[in-house]
């Protein structure tokens, strides 16, 4: 009988305990997937850039979160700033114009560009990744040779901390010479994966 009631007791200690866990772990699971998605934010290997009256910018960024959460990031705002070599130089604010997408050529093997949509916010969620394809302008400043400092700022609708993505790029004189000459309708590629790009941590052609 004794030991009977050991074992009743036991039971009921053990079965305490795995109550009381299973709680936590749902008490647990509920908090994260209620919490704020954790938006990661990468740069593509290729931005493109045209310039004559404006500068046009090209760059396709991916956003993405690999957490589970019933809660979705939404982007309200994108902005593109730059900052030149040299002290006092002008730093433009670039401003997203709209969204679109390349079409390749096979017979010229070329790309063209065309509108898709205006800016608008993006919803992000695990199962719901963006990778938009975004076009930039500024007026009243252009590209030279030097290296420049870009970061790209998306605000969110939560008023939490923008997020922020540093990146840098280099033009050689040549480089000038040839968005000058292309004109606003023929954009240059610069790259982030060459051999020679990678040994500056630099997009460049």
């Not at 954790?38 to 991916?62: G, K, M, N, S």
């Not at 606003?184 to 982030?192: A, V």
Request: charged residues 25%; hydrophobic residues 35%.
């Amino acid at each position: 009988m004794e030991r009977l009631r050991r074992f009743d007791a036991a039971h009921m200690w053990i079965s305490s305990v795995a109550a009381l866990v299973a709680l936590c772990l749902s008490l647990y699971n509920f908090v994260l997937v209620q919490r704020q998605p954790d938006t990661d934010v990468a740069l593509p290997h290729i931005v493109r850039i045209a310039q004559d009256d404006e500068v046009w910018f090209y760059l396709q960024p991916t956003l993405s979160t690999r957490v589970e959460t019933t809660q979705t990031e939404v982007i309200t705002q994108v902005e593109l700033r730059m900052r030149g070599p040299g002290p006092g130089t002008r730093q433009p604010v670039f401003y997203w114009d709209e969204s679109g997408t390349f079409t390749y050529d096979r017979t010229n093997h070329t790309l063209s560009y065309a509108w898709i949509a205006d800016p608008s916010p993006l919803l992000v969620s695990r199962d719901k990744p963006q990778q938009p394809l975004m076009l930039f302008k500024t007026t009243g400043w252009k590209f030279g040779s030097g290296r420049y400092q870009g970061r790209l700022i998306l605000h969110r609708a939560s008023g939490r901390k923008p997020l922020t993505e540093d990146f840098c790029m280099m033009l050689s004189d040549d480089d000038a010479k040839t968005l000058r000459t292309r004109g606003q309708y023929t954009f240059s590629s610069f790259r982030d994966d060459a051999p020679e790009a990678r040994a500056k941590d630099c997009y460049g052609r």
